[in-house]
């Protein structure tokens, strides 16, 4: 069993900062890969960044030289921060591991960026 919990949401104004944190419980978090995806409203969810348990990283066109995903193993956390914010971020974002062939998700949490 893993468990999720997304903070650091908020409004910010475009242009401007977030970091988003994903504190995960289980005692194998340093093995699995950790994704942040997103939702708009009406829209399908998208898959915006990934860390595998080695380290590397990758990102969803959208967000390129703008987010950047980390973790710390030590902590059992893992961190999106967003710089340069457009309105079009404005979304939930969730935290998402794969453990068990089990899908696992945080409940979310709202960042809305204003122009």
């Known amino acids: 069993q893993v468990q999720l919990v997304e903070s650091g949401g908020g409004l910010v104004q475009a242009g401007g900062s977030l970091r988003l944190s994903c504190a995960a419980s289980g005692s194998r978090f340093s093995t699995n890969a950790m994704n942040w995806l997103r939702q708009a409203p009406g829209k399908q969810r998208e898959w915006v960044a990934t860390?595998?348990?080695?380290?590397?990283?990758n990102y969803a066109d959208s967000v390129k030289g703008r987010f950047t995903i980390s973790r710390d193993n030590a902590k059992n956390l893992v961190y999106l921060q967003m710089n340069s914010l457009k309105p079009e971020d404005t979304a939930s974002y969730y935290c998402h591991t794969y453990q068990g062939l089990q899908n696992y998700w945080g409940q979310g949490t709202q960042v809305t960026v204003t122009s």
């Open positions: 860390i595998t348990s080695g380290g590397t990283v």
